[in-house]
């Protein structure tokens, strides 16, 4: 995937994503997975949120979940912590692990997610911590697991059991 796009033709490809006519917004999606940007994940993740059209929104969550730009990732946490976005967090958690991004540096941020969010998204971020190979701190490990700890005591819900599995991930990370 490119990394930059001529202005032009990113206000052209923007334009189009926000079109009335499906067909339009399809090409532009065609196009932009062709092409690639990061920097037009906030207009895909906007006109994800909105559309009703179930193929626009197939087509955005196939570039989702192919993501190989790093910082894809920035943008995907900020909708993932964005809470007029929550009814689609799963997906943007989804998102993460299916494109193989690096959240290694995310870790804190996907705690606070994971400790107010419904079962599904739980279990995507879950996936996401498993899946980190290297590059978190020792800091950002022990962090994570005191405010786990802290809510599992305080605070019962039906996250419960894949919180604990995050701290058991945590822990062994600790351990290697």
């Known amino acids: 995937m490119t990394l930059t796009l001529p202005k032009l033709r990113k206000k052209e490809m923007i334009a189009s994503l926000h079109s009335t006519e499906p067909k339009i917004v399809n090409k532009a999606l065609l ?21 009703t059209n179930e193929q626009v929104t197939l087509g955005i969550e196939s570039i989702l979940n192919q ?7 920035d943008y995907l946490m900020q909708a993932l912590k964005n809470q ?11 998102a993460i692990w299916e494109s ?4 290694s540096s995310n870790l804190q941020e996907l705690i606070e997610v994971a ?3 419904d079962y599904l998204t739980c279990l995507d971020i879950l996936t996401v911590i498993e899946n980190i190979e ?22 019962k819900s039906d996250n ?17």
Do not use: C, M, R
């Open 31 to 51: 196009d932009i997975k062709k092409l690639g940007t990061s920097s037009l994940l906030p207009e895909l993740i906007e006109v994800y949120v909105n559309t």
């Open 84 to 94: 007029k976005y929550k009814a689609y967090h799963q997906k943007f958690a989804a």
């Open 134 to 155: 290297e590059g978190i701190t020792e800091s950002d490990i022990e962090n994570g697991i005191a405010a786990i700890s802290e809510q599992l005591q305080w605070k």
């Open 67 to 73: 993501l190989k730009e790093s910082q894809s990732i």
């Open 115 to 117: 400790l107010d969010t």
């Open 100 to 103: 193989g991004l690096d959240a």
């Open 160 to 176: 419960d059991p894949l919180l604990a599995s995050i701290v058991k991930v945590l822990q062994g990370d600790l351990i290697d």
